[in-house]
């Protein structure tokens, strides 16, 4: 887990948007995607539901974010 990861978690979370959350970050979207999905991997569990639009955290990704 690094903080940049932590970073897109945040930044996702305020924009509810993973282009526009990489935008404010200054990365291409996929390269924010990437990064959550290894932070996803490495906790074992899923941050944000892909399938809603706008894009809401799980129950265990609204804990992360807190």
């Known amino acids: 887990m690094t903080l ?3 970073e897109y978690v ?3 979370y305020k ?3 993973f282009s526009k959350a990489a935008k404010s970050c200054f990365v291409t ?3 924010l995607s990437m990064q959550l999905q290894k932070l996803e991997e490495e906790l074992e ?3 944000f539901d892909r399938s809603k639009s706008p ?3 799980t129950p265990e990704g609204r804990l ?3």
């Open 4 to 6: 940049t990861q932590l």
């Open 10 to 12: 945040l930044a996702v």
């Open 15 to 17: 924009f509810k948007h």
């Open 29 to 31: 979207q996929p390269t």
């Open 45 to 47: 569990l899923i941050i």
């Open 55 to 57: 894009t809401e955290p």
């Open 64 to 66: 992360i974010v807190e």
